[in-house]
């Protein structure tokens, strides 16, 4: 059971986990490639948080982030500047089939 709060529970670690891979990654601590192999050899992550922002689109992420920082005004949810940039950009992920990784049109990532 959860009570209500804005965002849902995994909505909030998620894109929290999301955002800090890309302050890492704006840090130039590691690549894209590297944060992914991380949490996928490290924690046992299905995919890594980069390509989890891909799947669930670049623009929902910064929708949700940007939701939870006006509504809680802490700066941990504050959406980072790299996630705008490939927004704007129009790179959301997988929908277009780029993003922070390159994917087909039925959704695999490519090498």
Do not use: H
């Not at 840090?27 to 490290?42: F, H, K, L, N, T």
């Not at 700066?75 to 940039?85: A, F, G, M, T, W």
């Amino acid at each position: 059971m959860v009570f209500e709060s804005p965002g849902f529970v995994t909505t909030r670690l998620i894109c929290l986990l999301i955002n800090e891979s890309l302050n890492v990654l704006q840090e130039g601590v590691a690549s894209p490639e590297d944060i992914d192999a991380a949490m996928r050899i490290g924690y046992q992550f299905q995919y890594g948080p980069l390509e989890m922002a891909d799947r669930f689109g670049l623009d929902s992420v910064w929708a949700a982030l940007d939701r939870m920082f006006r509504e809680y005004g802490e700066l941990k949810y504050r959406p980072s500047i790299l996630l705008k940039k490939k927004v704007r950009a129009g790179q959301l992920g997988v929908k277009t089939g780029q993003g922070f990784f390159k994917y087909t049109k039925d959704g695999e990532r490519q090498p």
